[in-house]
Every structure is written in C-alpha cells, then in structure tokens.
C-alpha cells in the first residue's frame, strides 16, 4: 500500500514503525514528518492542518490510505478535506472530533449515552467557576474546553491555583471561553484506544501514562512523560466493560446525531472506588501510550487501519498481541513544560537503538546545519521491550542513558510501581 502519514510527533513516528515493521513493504510518507521517519518514509513539507494542501499532496502521491495522526488537523477538518477528495482516510470528521475539541460537547455526548462519568459544571466565568469549585470541594480539577496539547487540565487542592487557571483559559479565548470543572476521581488511570468505523468498535490493549513532569508525579501536567503495557493490576474484564459502556454506546450516539465517528476513539478511563469513570475522550492515538502500545501489536497495522477508513472492521480477525511488556520513556528538553529550550544538539540515538529490544521515537526534533538538534519540549520517547516490566523497564532506561542532550530530563520511575505490583484498583 502507499500510506499518508499526517503529523509530525513521535505519535506518528510509531505508527511510521509499526507500518515498516511489517512483512509487506509498504510506500510509506510523511507529511510533514521529523526528521526519525525519514529513514523509513519520504517526508513532504506540507502543512497537517492545511486539508486542501494534505488532499492534494494524497492525490498526487497517488494513497491509499491517509492517517491523521494530531488532535489539530483533525479539528481543522483535515480528515474532511481527504474524504471529499475520494481518499480513505483513518480519522474522525471535525464534527465528530468535537468529542476532543470540547470537554462540553463530550460531556452532552456522555450524557446522552449514558456513559459513566465525572459530575461536571460547564463555566462561563470566573464566578461560575468559584461557585463550582466549592460546590465539588477539593481536589479541584479545571479543564480548558478547547484544545491545549495535553496540558489544558489542572487538579489541583490550592483553589486559588484552580481560578487562577480557569480565569487564563476564559481570558484566552475571549468571548468563547468555556471552562469545565469536574468532581475529583479517585483511583488509577487507564487509556484505552477504540478502533471505530462509524459503527464497529475493535479495542486495543489498556496502558498507563503518566502525565505529571517529576518522579511520584510531582510538578505540572505536561503531554506526557512516558507510559506502559500490559496493566497486569487491571481487573480481568476492564475492555469488555468499556467496549460495551463506553465506546459502543459513544459511537452510537454519534450515529443517531449524523456524525458517525471514524478513526480511534481514546477512552481515559479512572477506575475508581464507584466503578469506572471517564475522565476525557480524545479523538486520536495517545502520545506516548501509542508508542507501547504498538510495539505489542502482531496484526499488521496498515490493514486494520485500511478496515476502519472503510468501514470494514466487522470483517477483520481479531487483533493479536505479543505477551511482552513495553516500557516508553519520554526524554524531555531544559524547561520543559514551561519553557522548553531549543537547539541543543542531540547524540547517541544510534548506539541506544544498538541495544537489544529498544527502538527511539522522534517527537521534537530538527537537522540544523547537518546536525539534528532539540525542537521541542518533549524530544524524544525511548520504547523498551521485555518479558516482563522489569525487563522492559530496564531495556527502555539503558537506551535513556545512551543518548546524550544537554539539559534534558526525564522521569526514572515510568512503571515502577506496577513492576512492584503498588498498583490497586480501590
């Protein structure tokens, strides 16, 4: 096949992988891609959020496929763009991606189908806001209505740290300003992505991320700091109960309203002391639990992916997976998240990927003069494999250690308390 990657993160450098990854070569590109896929796919300087200018660049290259990879383009309406021009493309509609693009559409959505979620107040100002803080009590948890790459949540016990945020994200987006505050949940997070087509819902395997910048979640939330599979500590029958509350029922309503959704469905789930909850839908792969996720995935990604652009996944097999554990760990710029520094030279990826079961992913990353350099807050995601998460872990942090970035950091414990089995469902 000739497959159309949209995006430029170590998101859609794993999806590059995985493609390459299979028995069946593929022609694979970019658009615009980094500078990691370029071994692997021929990168395009086309803008992702630019649907006439990623159509045309499909037409001319002559796809079969095309995968939005971000949360942006897809907003934009990038998935749109390619479906008008004929083209299979994996990724919902903007409309339907609205289901990322604002917490208060998800949450009517949720309403509708009866979804298990967090009590929720939508907010237009700050007073509403207050009222609904010291409505719910503290942890307070304020989420930005729109788009923010991740770090658009705050839960936080200081009530003037939750206004304070609440009051940038209103003033951000002037007279549309829309903020949600929620009940706080308690218990472990999990992420699961939905294949959909409109109407079938194929899940893939539950991972945990970690989203906070320090070591025992300390610090900001960011895009994320590193993540893993298989959660051992997950009840038995977690997928099916999410598939059958969840994801179906979301993808249902989506139907019934005209806009069916197509693409993957990221369910953030908590499993909480009352049962599991959702925390947020987004409308794409997860960065970085994609990046585990894939590296356990045996069936060949491109035609599962084909499947669902085309309404085909009632038709496929189901998916097969490696019973190893894969650990990612996100090697993050000086700064980051408040204020990542760029430029710095990067080394060491190739004697990381000499190691036994490690493989790099490019996230933020650019070739200046020849060298490739830092471009962004999180620089790049370090994937670890093993028979178990000790192995794994350990794989994943020799390959951290190889590469040399000058004041970069990362997190040393992604998966150590589950590899210690301190991971408990309350």
């Known amino acids: 096949m000739k497959i159309l990657v949209v995006g430029t993160g170590a998101r859609e450098h794993a999806i590059v ?68 021009a004929g083209i299979p493309v994996f990724g919902p509609s903007a409309e339907a991606a609205r289901l990322e693009g604002s917490k208060a559409f998800a949450k009517d959505v949720m309403a509708a189908a009866n979804v298990p979620t967090a009590m929720a107040h939508v907010c237009t100002t700050v007073e509403q806001v207050a009222d609904a803080l010291d409505a719910f009590g503290a942890p307070y948890v304020v989420k930005d209505d729109g788009l923010a790459a991740g770090k658009g949540v705050v839960v936080t016990s200081d009530r003037d740290a939750a206004l304070a945020h609440a009051r940038e994200a209103l003033q951000a987006r002037g007279d549309d300003g829309t903020v949600v505050v929620e009940e706080y949940l308690d218990g472990p997070e999990v992420s699961l992505f939905c294949l959909c087509d409109g109407a079938t819902v194929v899940p893939m395997v539950p991972a945990q991320d970690f989203k906070r910048v320090g070591d025992d979640d300390a610090g900001p939330n960011t895009g994320g700091m590193g993540a893993y599979t298989p959660l051992d500590w997950a009840p038995s029958g977690l997928v099916a109960e999410v598939v059958d509350r969840i994801a179906q029922p979301t993808v249902d309503e989506m139907a019934r309203r005209g806009t069916p959704f197509s693409g993957v469905l990221y369910v953030g789930l908590a499993l909480t002391s009352r049962g599991t909850r959702v925390v947020e839908f987004n409308a794409r792969f997860g960065d970085p639990e994609i990046q585990a996720v894939l590296a356990r995935l045996r069936t060949p990604l491109s035609g599962v992916l084909l499947a669902a652009a085309t309404g085909r996944l009632d038709g496929i097999e189901p998916l097969r997976w490696s019973d190893d554990a894969v650990v990612n760990v996100v090697v993050a710029s000086q700064g980051y998240p408040e204020s990542p520094r760029k430029g710095d030279p990067i080394t060491g990826i190739a004697d990381a990927e000499a190691l036994d079961d490690v493989h790099v992913l490019h996230a933020g990353t650019a070739v200046v003069d020849g060298a490739l350099v830092s471009a962004g807050g999180r620089v790049l995601s370090v994937v670890g494999r093993g028979a178990d998460l000790a192995a794994a872990r350990a794989a994943s942090y020799a390959g951290v250690e190889k590469i040399a970035l000058d004041g970069s950091h990362h997190r040393s414990d992604i ?8 991971v408990a469902v309350p």
Do not use: F, I, W, Y
């Open 17 to 84: 992988h995985a493609l390459a990854s299979e028995e069946t070569a593929h022609e694979l590109h970019a658009a615009p891609g980094n500078p990691g896929m370029s071994a692997q796919a021929a990168l395009h300087p086309v803008d992702a959020n630019d649907g006439r200018a990623v159509a045309a660049l499909a037409r001319t290259l002559g796809v079969d496929l095309v995968v939005v990879g971000p949360e942006a383009p897809l907003v934009a309406g990038v998935a749109d763009a390619v479906r008008e």
């Open 415 to 422: 998966a150590l308390k589950a590899e210690r089995g301190e």
